[in-house]
């Protein structure tokens, strides 16, 4: 049974009471979770309970929201995919956000860009992750300095996105070649096999990476028997005559 969707095990104890109280829809409150924001991108730590909780205070509350704070949400809601929590922080936001910017429009220099544009640039970002598309979100992320600036905050976000692009290839591979997963990584050299080889543990046999066999990348032959009894036939052949014409 997995921890409830609430549960952060590194949440502080006066965090715990707002949640838990009244508080948590008091406006003053949303200077102590814009607090706590910011300590999850300097610690690595990850509360997506309060994060949400924030964002529905922004929404009661719109002339107290900062661009930063909800962009630093979205960022470490990447950090935790395949889960839904990015999807979730997006839904509490204000739906122009996600309305088409003007093709038109001078794009803006790094740091000034509106909020809509940073949500969508990392709403692409999300999509790419889970397209599966790798390779294409570490150029993504490199073609921009906008997207340098709204990751800046948040610490080890390089390593945090490995490790996650990590896991879910392992669930679903057990052989890959090795020129792939660099892509897949953005990692070459010493670098690429301290990573696979020490932090995943992976196997590098030449040119091609051996992922240990794990209960979700093991092949399972699957039987599927149908068990039904013949008077349960029978009753709906049965009742298929009984219908009126």
């Not at 549960?7 to 003053?28: F, S």
């Not at 956000?97 to 640039?121: C, F, I, R, W």
């Not at 932090?199 to 039987?223: H, L, M, S």
Request: charged content about 25%.
């Amino acid at each position: 049974m997995g921890a409830p969707f609430d549960y952060a095990p590194d949440r502080p104890e006066h965090i715990e009471q707002i949640l838990n109280g009244l508080d948590r829809y008091n406006p003053e409150t949303t200077a102590v979770f814009q607090d706590y924001v910011m300590q999850q991108c300097e610690n690595q730590t990850y509360d997506c309970y309060a994060n949400l909780a924030l964002l529905k205070l922004y929404q009661f509350n719109p002339h107290l929201a900062r661009d930063e704070t909800i962009t630093n949400i979205l960022v470490k809601a990447l950090t935790v995919f395949p889960n839904p929590d990015f999807s979730l922080c997006l839904a509490l936001l204000p739906s122009h956000t996600l309305a088409p910017l003007s093709t038109s429009s001078h794009t803006p220099a790094a740091g000034d860009a509106p909020l809509s544009e940073a949500v969508q640039k990392l709403n692409h970002l999300k999509n790419l992750l889970e397209g599966a598309n790798y390779a294409e979100f570490w150029s993504t992320l490199d073609s921009d300095d906008l997207y340098a600036d709204l990751v800046a905050d948040v610490s080890g976000f390089e390593e945090l996105m490995r490790v996650r692009i990590a896991a879910t290839v392992s669930q679903s591979i057990r052989e890959v070649e090795k020129s792939i997963l660099e892509g897949w990584l953005d990692l070459s050299g010493k670098e690429f096999d301290h990573f696979v080889g020490t932090v995943c543990g992976w196997n590098v046999d030449g040119e091609r990476i051996k992922v240990p066999i794990n209960k979700d990348n093991e092949a399972k032959g699957t039987v599927v028997r149908e068990n039904v009894k013949f008077d349960q036939f029978s009753r709906v052949v049965r009742r298929a005559f009984e219908q009126p014409a």
